[in-house]
């Protein structure tokens, strides 16, 4: 073997951490930037979606290119909880009622899940707080500090950045690499049509 050129040696090297910014893709911020808080780890999510019986879903859409319309469909079809929607603006989604607040759910949810936008997460939080509610779940691309740190404060589960349908259908074994439930278990690499 030839000697290491070193001018090709460091080409090679692994970068440092001040020049790992120059790998990231561009438009996509890092991960943990500016993140301090610690959510729960997977069994503490599965237990908490285990214990909860009924979920209010703020923020509900009848749009059904909305995420909230996709998670609300799946988990009113897919699951046994108690699904309540809530939207000021709306009166039905899915043929279920819509309440204008938490405040004017006839039970108080275990679960609270927030399709709000950033600023809003504080005001909902504390609504959560207000009603009784057990746990404050933020949807994926959620990330709001002052709001995880109020609901802990008062008690409450806290999950942020994650998709409640894909926690339960991982979990429940229903998860498809598409996000659906496909009810076929099976080893076999599936056929596609041509």
């Not at 440092?16 to 910014?21: E, I, Q, R, S």
């Not at 500016?34 to 009924?54: D, Y």
């Not at 929607?85 to 927030?114: C, K, M």
Request: negative net charge; charged residues 20%.
């Amino acid at each position: 073997m030839s000697a290491t050129n070193p001018a090709t040696a460091d080409a090679c090297a692994v970068p440092a951490v001040a020049d790992a910014a120059a790998c990231a893709l561009p438009g996509v911020a890092p991960a943990i930037s500016g993140r301090t808080w610690v959510g729960p780890n997977q069994q503490e999510r599965f237990a908490l979606l285990r214990r909860a019986k009924s979920v209010a879903i703020v923020g509900a859409s009848n749009n059904p290119a909305r995420a909230s319309f996709f998670v609300a469909t799946y988990l009113l079809s897919s699951t046994a909880y108690d699904v309540y929607l809530v939207n000021p603006r709306e009166t039905e989604i899915l043929g279920q009622p819509v309440y204008a607040s938490l405040a004017d759910l006839p039970v108080v949810p275990d679960v609270v899940d927030v399709f709000r936008r950033h600023d809003d997460l504080p005001g909902v939080a504390q609504e959560a707080i207000d009603v009784g509610a057990k746990a404050l779940w933020l949807q994926l691309g959620s990330w709001n500090e002052e709001a995880a740190a109020l609901a802990e404060e008062a008690g409450l589960s806290v999950v942020m950045d994650r998709c409640i349908k894909i926690e339960h259908a991982r979990f429940h074994g229903g998860l498809h690499l598409a996000g659906f439930d496909t009810g076929v278990i099976s080893s076999r690499r599936q056929l596609l049509s041509r």
